[in-house]
């Protein structure tokens, strides 16, 4: 698995696009995923310190988490199907047993920027990803 990083995100509401790129940490390759709005959103408060006056959905789910004395410990996208891409939140109970919860990438890198979790991506979705978008161009 290779460790990335959120290295930016684009949104156009006139296109409706919205798009997140990952890189590698300490490398040069990225992963670009388009996502939905509201996602991207939630994405984008938290990482510019925006703290609304209720709970979004990210943070409610979070702070269950977190009450439930489970940790999210890493995000791990895993699969790539048809240009769709899916994902894993890695979570570390209290007992130290680890569970694997199936999610879209969109909100498992929401709840990762809120958790201040890694976010790693599979070596073969990185050289499937190139092809792809190799291909697109």
Not at 29 to 41: D, F, M
Not at 70 to 91: G, V, W, Y
Not at 100 to 113: E, H, K, Q, T
Request: glycine share 4%; no cysteine; charged share 30%.
């Amino acid at each position: 698995m290779v460790e990335m990083e959120l290295n930016k995100i684009v949104i156009d509401e006139k296109r409706h696009d919205q798009l997140i790129v990952l890189k590698e940490k300490g490398g040069e390759r990225v992963l670009p995923i388009v996502i939905g709005l509201a996602e991207a959103s939630a994405i984008k408060l938290k990482i510019s310190g925006f703290v609304p006056q209720r709970p979004l959905t990210h943070d409610l789910l979070h702070t269950t988490i977190n009450f439930l004395e489970a940790k999210i410990e890493k995000i791990i996208i895993d699969k790539m199907e048809e240009s769709t891409f899916h994902a894993k939140i890695a979570l570390k109970t209290s007992s130290g047993a680890e569970k694997l919860i199936d999610a879209r990438p969109s909100d498992s890198i929401a709840l990762a920027v809120r958790a201040h979790a890694p976010i790693y991506v599979q070596e073969d979705i990185l050289k499937q990803s190139e092809i792809f978008n190799k291909d697109n161009q």
